[in-house]
């Protein structure tokens, strides 16, 4: 895993494709205040990755951002029955063969309240994601909010960020921003976020953003704002 942020704060990618073309998957780590570990979007659990997360700390929570964010869960609930599972809106109705501890909303678990801030990206007729920071890594973490593919040597990703405006910059993918019909409630989840404490993103597809992440953040929704 890669060292996001001192003691607080990894990452890990794997290859992932959408539809055959290859889109690439990242998972999030984060040590809350108990120094217990919360997983953020899990990707295929492998014993080597089994290993490292040992050597951090116990698995206290695990969180899925949005209802297409599920396809490795089940190994998760096998491997931790003793961590705690949160659902974002939808997905308990969607995976029904699994039993989750709570729901997602737009306010904190007791787990990590008064660590990170979150909320629900709202407005969307398909599908709401909830978005978190972490305020001592100045780091925002999205799902499928935004996406960031540059130039590669893989003209079929290539193909797919540009027809999906996310090529070479930062944005939501058209697929579902144009599922966002209520633009009221967009723009008021967009405030929200632009109030927060960050600089830089993790995104959960493509590269993330290193510097100056809520400028790239406001430039990428211009559109709802």
């Given at each position: 895993?890669?060292?996001?942020?001192?003691?607080?704060?990894?990452?890990?990618?794997?290859?992932?494709?959408?539809?055959?073309?290859?889109?690439?998957?990242?998972?999030?780590?984060?040590?809350?205040?108990?120094?217990?570990?919360?997983?953020?979007?899990?990707?295929?659990?492998?014993?080597?990755?089994?290993?490292?997360?040992?050597?951090?700390?116990?698995?206290?929570?695990?969180?899925?951002?949005?209802?297409?964010?599920?396809?490795?869960?089940?190994?998760?609930?096998?491997?931790?029955?003793?961590?705690?599972?949160?659902?974002?809106?939808?997905?308990?109705?969607?995976?029904?063969d699994l039993v989750f501890d709570d729901a997602l909303s737009?306010?904190?678990?007791?787990?990590?309240?008064?660590?990170?801030?979150?909320?629900?990206?709202?407005?969307?007729?398909?599908?709401?994601?909830?978005?978190?920071?972490?305020?001592?890594?100045?780091?925002?973490?999205?799902?499928?909010?935004?996406?960031?593919?540059?130039?590669?040597?893989?003209?079929?990703?290539?193909?797919?960020?540009?027809?999906?405006?996310?090529?070479?910059?930062?944005?939501?993918?058209?697929?579902?921003?144009?599922?966002?019909?209520?633009?009221?409630?967009?723009?008021?989840?967009?405030?929200?976020?632009?109030?927060?404490?960050?600089?830089?993103?993790?995104?959960?597809?493509?590269?993330?953003?290193?510097?100056?992440?809520?400028?790239?953040?406001?430039?990428?929704?211009?559109?709802?704002?």
């Amino acid at each position: 895993m890669k060292e996001w942020s001192k003691d607080r704060l990894w990452y890990q990618d794997m290859p992932f494709k959408l539809n055959g073309i290859s889109v690439g998957a990242r998972m999030t780590v984060l040590r809350l205040e108990n120094d217990k570990l919360l997983i953020h979007s899990p990707i295929q659990l492998t014993t080597s990755l089994q290993l490292e997360l040992s050597q951090l700390g116990a698995i206290q929570a695990i969180v899925t951002p949005n209802m297409n964010h599920h396809l490795f869960l089940s190994e998760w609930w096998l491997a931790y029955p003793e961590a705690y599972f949160f659902a974002p809106p939808g997905l308990q109705n969607k995976r029904t063969d699994l039993v989750f501890d709570d729901a997602l909303s737009a306010k904190s678990p007791k787990i990590w309240q008064h660590q990170l801030y979150q909320t629900l990206l709202r407005g969307s007729d398909r599908m709401e994601e909830v978005i978190f920071c972490d305020p001592l890594s100045n780091t925002l973490i999205v799902g499928d909010t935004l996406a960031w593919f540059r130039p590669t040597s893989n003209l079929f990703t290539m193909a797919l960020a540009l027809a999906n405006g996310c090529y070479q910059h930062p944005g939501m993918p058209l697929y579902w921003r144009w599922t966002f019909q209520n633009k009221t409630r967009l723009r008021q989840s967009l405030q929200e976020i632009l109030t927060w404490p960050f600089d830089r993103i993790i995104l959960s597809h493509g590269h993330n953003i290193e510097t100056n992440g809520k400028a790239s953040f406001h430039r990428a929704f211009k559109w709802a704002l």
